[in-house]
């Protein structure tokens, strides 16, 4: 469709940059991610990380553990790879079963190999507008923003979703542009009246089809950061009739993530280089 953001164009190109980059590398950068029992988003992401990782030439390495792994093993793991001269980057793939404590284990993470940018460190870097990690999926909305010449300075943006990988840290990197952010969640008593007067809406629910045509005004621009898997298909949080009414779409499946996984495999670049 034309009004559509082509996020899976501009990850190709940055595939290209990063694989001319990691050329110049002496020692081969490594990446490890960690999973946690079994989910199928996860693994999907998982998946799609560890292809884009042998394309460029980085060296994967995928630890799984299974639901009822002491969380102690998994932290003396995380320990292991922080001490591991030859991992550049770490990464526990979220959501986590809920027995485990996901903010000890994030933060057992050293800072200067969380790819993800969310142990408290970076978060906090993040959030007081310094130089830091930024999560994966934000810089790829971001990115979106950049390529597309979109204005953030003084744009009402809805964001629907305040989860860790995307909504929280976003709402940050947003204000910190000039953007008036207003956040709707799982409380948000009537979320169309928000996303009716946003010029941009960002949704990361994993609600399938939840953002619909009559939830946003004309020429609004949407992004879908989404993801929900329902018999073997992945669909993204906006219904299709939305493409009628906004002036520019970023779907989930063909723009949003692929970007994301481009992000990720650029932020363990910036783990290595900032090693040097």
Same mark, same amino acid.
């Given at each position: 469709m034309?009004n559509?953001?082509?996020g899976?164009e501009?990850s190709?190109n ?5 694989? @001319?980059?990691i050329?110049g ?5 490594s990446?490890a991610?960690i @999973?946690?029992?079994?989910n ?5 992401? %998982? $998946?799609?990380? +560890?292809e884009l990782?042998i394309r460029?030439g #980085? *060296?994967?390495r995928?630890?799984k553990?299974? /639901?009822d792994?002491?969380?102690?093993t998994?932290i ?10 030859y991992?550049n980057g770490?990464m526990? @793939?979220l959501?986590?079963? /809920?027995k *485990?404590?996901e $903010?000890?284990l994030?933060?057992t %993470?050293?800072n200067?190999k969380?790819v993800d ?5 970076n978060i906090g870097?993040? %959030?007081? &507008?310094r130089?830091?990690i #930024?999560?994966?999926?934000?810089l790829?909305?971001?990115?979106l923003f950049? +390529?597309y010449? !979109? +204005?953030? $300075? &003084?744009?009402e943006v809805? !964001?629907?979703?305040?989860g ?5 840290s976003?709402?940050?990197?947003l204000?910190?542009?000039?953007a008036?952010v207003?956040v ?5 008593v009537?979320?169309k009246?928000h ?9 990361a ?5 939840? %953002? ?5 005004k004309?020429? =609004?621009?949407? !992004? ?6 329902e018999d073997g298909?992945?669909y993204g ?7 009628k009414? =906004?002036?520019l779409v ?9 970007l994301?996984? =481009?992000?990720?495999l650029k ?5 290595y280089?900032n090693?040097?």
């Open positions: 034309s559509e953001m082509n899976k501009i190709l940055i595939e290209n940059e990063l694989k @001319q980059s050329k590398c002496i020692i081969r950068p990446v991610v @999973q946690i029992g079994d199928e988003i996860s693994e999907m992401f %998982i $998946k799609l990380k +560890e990782c460029v #980085v *060296y994967f995928y630890h553990f299974e /639901e792994t002491p969380e102690l998994i003396n793991k995380i320990k292991e790879l922080n001490n591991d001269d991992v770490i526990i @793939q959501p986590l079963p /809920e *485990y404590n $903010k000890r994030l933060n %993470i050293i200067s969380d940018g969310l142990t408290d460190i870097r993040l %959030i007081s &507008g130089k830091t #930024v999560p994966s999926c934000v790829s909305i971001m990115t950049q +390529e010449n !979109i +204005e953030l $300075k &003084g744009k809805v !964001i629907v979703g305040k860790k990988l995307v909504g929280r976003l709402i940050n990197v204000i910190n542009e000039g008036t207003t709707c969640h799982s409380k948000t009537d979320i009246k996303t009716c007067c946003a010029d941009i809406v960002i949704s629910t994993g609600v399938k089809g939840l %953002i619909t045509d009559d939830m946003i004309k020429d =609004a621009i949407v !992004i879908d950061a989404g993801c929900y898997i298909k992945v949080d906006i219904d299709n009739s939305v493409y009414k =906004a002036s970023a779907n989930s499946i063909d723009s949003v993530m692929p994301t996984i =481009a992000m990720f932020n363990t670049l910036l783990c280089n090693k040097k």
